[in-house]
């Protein structure tokens, strides 16, 4: 089974800290995703990652960056956090190239700034 | 980029009834359409997908279609039942440039409550 787990369910910040959110996947994948997930928003993709230390925004990147040092291990950096980006966040992975194309979810950090 | 636009927002039907959700899609490059169901608190999950290569494809209750020249995608459930209540998610993709991922871009997701 594939298998990605992130850091914490829940995790309480307040404005100003910097937030390190981490997801790690067992199954080789290449590409990796950070979503956060709102209320009639969607998914909404912040930055992905398809290979080491490569990455490329995506759809809402400002106020956050992202670091990939391994393979198996994404990381999401709230520089400086603030209560909008109070949210779900979702990491994702899938294959690197070829079917199938499916992206296997974490169980989500709900992050609340306060 | 690509814009996805799903409808309706939220869906209530008897057990038993069917259920559609509808999407929209903006690029006509996309070429891969998933369809993700996320229970309350857990995580997302493919349920379905189509290429861009077939117009219908089925698994047991669920059938996903696809008109490439209208641009949409449709769920659809049949015999309904009270384990199917869940958000649903749409997402469109095409293939990524070289050396790069494969991106979704998701619908902003049906709430259905299947009525017992």
């Known amino acids: 089974d594939v298998k990605v787990t992130q850091s914490s369910r829940y995790l309480v910040k307040r404005t100003g800290e910097k937030v390190f959110l981490e997801c790690v996947q067992d199954?080789?994948?290449?590409?990796m995703f950070w979503y956060r997930q709102d209320p009639g928003l969607g998914l909404r993709l912040i930055y992905f990652?398809?290979?080491?230390?490569?990455?490329e925004k995506g759809d809402i990147p400002e106020g956050y960056s992202v670091s990939r040092e391994k393979k198996e291990r994404f990381s999401l950096i709230l520089e400086s956090a603030s209560t909008n980006q109070t949210s779900m966040y979702l990491c994702?992975?899938?294959?690197?190239?070829?079917?199938?194309?499916?992206?296997?979810f974490g169980p989500g950090t709900r992050l609340t700034v306060t | 980029g690509e814009n996805v636009e799903q409808h309706p927002s939220t869906l209530s039907v008897q057990e038993g009834d069917s259920a559609v959700i509808k999407c929209t899609y903006s690029d006509s490059a996309s070429n891969y359409f998933p369809w993700y169901k996320q229970e309350l608190g857990k995580r997302p999950q493919l349920i379905i997908d189509i290429r861009s290569n077939v117009g219908e494809k089925k698994d047991q209750r669920i059938a996903v279609t696809l008109n490439k020249t209208a641009k949409h995608f449709s769920l659809h459930i049949t015999e309904t039942q009270p384990e199917d209540s869940a958000v649903y998610f749409c997402a469109a993709s095409m293939r990524g440039s070289s050396g790069s991922a494969r991106q979704l871009t998701f619908g902003s997701g049906t709430q259905l409550t299947v009525l017992p």
């Open positions: 994702a992975s899938s294959k690197g190239t070829g079917a199938p194309y499916e992206q296997y």
């Open positions: 199954m080789d994948h290449e590409n």
């Open positions: 990652s398809y290979d080491v230390k490569m990455k």
